[in-house]
């Protein structure tokens, strides 16, 4: 069964398109669309509706949101090529519900999983996955586990998740401090704190590698 929730806050738009006899416009529909995801926690994400049930699901990175101007660019060139798009925000980033926390790859993961099945329940076709950083690392996660959606595009998602961990969290002090007390709060270089990191976070960033999983898949099927 597919839990849904929906809030739908609706505008149309027109997009023109110049051709050799004149221009046409084909009108565009956006809406503001809440998905409840497995742990009954609300999803808000935006769809840009061109008609077409071709649709392209956008996954911010870390400490972002649906409103990341890369990603708003991307949509934008999405839709001007006839192809609807859905941008939300992660459990705990954004509009959505829950708590932002370090790790949660696989969290994020089956957050995808709840936005593919809502999609697909309505009737639309999710042709392609599109993660940027860490959501780049989600929707290769994602792929691993279900292998349903044909295109998966990473956007600088880090290759191997045990490498830059000391420069997000404060280096080699910050990562002791981490191991020793299960916990670390981080601050930016004014003061003002920004997230907290627990040692569990921490363990499953490290365990989240999906090229030594996929190495071992195709040693299976040898």
């Not at 839990?3 to 398109?17: D, G, K, N, P, Y």
């Not at 941008?87 to 993961?109: H, I, P, Q, V």
């Not at 990191?197 to 499953?204: G, I, N, P, Q, R």
């Amino acid at each position: 069964m597919v839990r849904v929730h929906v809030t739908q806050e609706a505008e149309l738009c027109s997009i023109a398109t110049v051709g050799d006899i004149g221009s046409t416009q084909k009108v565009m529909k956006k809406e503001k669309v809440s998905i409840l995801n497995s742990q009954g926690l609300k999803l808000v994400g935006e769809l840009e509706d061109t008609g077409s049930k071709d649709l392209c699901v956008l996954c911010h990175g870390f400490q972002s949101s649906k409103e990341l101007p890369t990603f708003v660019s991307v949509s934008k060139a999405l839709t001007e090529s006839g192809f609807s798009t859905y941008r939300f925000d992660f459990t705990g980033n954004g509009e959505s519900n829950g708590e932002f926390a370090y790790g949660n790859y696989w969290r994020e993961a089956e957050d995808i999983r709840s936005v593919v099945n809502y999609w697909r329940y309505r009737g639309w076709r999710v042709i392609s996955l599109i993660g940027h950083s860490k959501g780049g690392n989600a929707v290769l996660l994602y792929a691993s586990k279900y292998k349903d959606v044909a295109s998966i595009v990473n956007i600088s998602g880090r290759f191997d998740l045990r490498r830059g961990i000391k420069g997000r969290l404060g280096g080699s002090k910050g990562v002791q401090k981490l191991k020793e007390d299960g916990v670390l709060d981080v601050y930016d270089r004014n003061g003002n704190f920004e997230f907290r990191v627990l040692k569990s976070d921490l363990d499953e960033r490290r365990c989240a590698r999906v090229w030594q999983k996929d190495t071992k898949q195709r040693r299976a099927r040898h």
